[in-house]
């Protein structure tokens, strides 16, 4: 059978699960299985909304919102996370590019619901540019090679997140805990992280923030909870709860100023 055959079959299979809104057990059982491709995705969508000009009450929105807000389920709550992101991009028609990031943004963060929970999830290359977490739950997931450019997280629990390798371009970050998070060659080029924490010794040497390569070694006692470049990253500060805050020389991995609180 012709792969878009099949593709659209098991479309189909899941769409007419979600009209039926009674037999939930139906429904993660199909999405037990491994991460669907966009092209399913495509086609389901189409189902739902037949014409993209004029977006009408969803049929499988709902289900997979609260089963991204229930507790983590495997493979399950990815693919309730997969469908919610292409669904968003492909009813803004930017299923193959994306030619307003703030019209997608936009539509994420009225798709994407919050408390999300995705605690230990396998999120390895997943894409979700465009996105927007609030008050969400990605503590232990494993987001290498994972593209999150100009996304959104508000108040987002990241401890002990596996970051090799991420793209996270241009995100707005704030009060998100970045602690014990493994961050190695992830890009966070002109990101604009707020109040948002880490432990006591900041590695971000491998961020390639504008090519440059800063180590904050020991500057701090206590807990980071901020760190911000000026415009054209040659400077940062990081800020601490010991009451202290560090003007770093990135190029030079050097201490230009330190400011003590009262």
């Known amino acids: ?25 139906e429904l993660l059982n199909v999405l037990n299985t491994k991460r669907y491709d966009s092209k399913i995705i495509y086609f389901l969508t189409l189902l739902d909304q037949p014409d993209l000009e004029q977006i009408k009450p969803s049929n499988i929105v709902p289900l997979l919102q ?10 399950v709550s990815e693919n309730a996370l997969q469908i919610l992101y292409w669904y968003a991009r492909i009813c803004c028609k930017m299923e193959t590019k994306i030619n307003d990031i ?10 994407l619901p919050e408390k ?11 894409i979700l540019e465009g996105s927007v977490f609030k008050n969400a739950n990605l503590s232990n997931a ?6 999150l450019n100009h996304s959104i997280l508000n108040n987002v629990d990241l401890k002990n997140t596996i970051l090799k390798n991420t793209k996270a371009d241009y995100i707005k970050a704030e009060k998100v805990d970045f602690t014990k998070s493994v961050i190695e ?5 002109e990101a604009d992280l707020v109040a948002c924490k880490s432990d006591n010794l900041i590695n971000i040497s491998k961020f390639n923030y504008l090519n440059y390569f800063p180590v904050v070694q020991n500057g ?34 050097k201490r230009n100023q330190v400011f003590r609180g009262a």
């Open 1 to 25: 059978m012709h792969r878009s055959f099949m593709e659209f079959f098991l479309a189909k299979q899941i769409f007419t699960i979600c009209s039926k809104k009674s037999n939930n057990n």
């Open 142 to 147: 494993d987001l290498s090679s994972a593209k």
């Open 116 to 126: 999300i929970d995705l605690k230990g999830a396998n999120l390895q290359e997943i």
């Open 220 to 253: 701090h006692f206590g807990n980071i909870h901020s760190v911000a470049f000026n415009h054209d990253g040659s400077l940062m500060a990081s800020a601490s709860r010991d009451q202290t805050i560090i003007i770093w020389d990135v190029k030079k991995r």
């Open 66 to 75: 609260k089963i991204l807000t229930n507790k983590y389920k495997p493979r």
């Open 185 to 189: 060659n992830a890009t966070f080029k």
């Open 102 to 111: 703030n019209i997608l943004v936009k539509k994420c963060s009225e798709i």
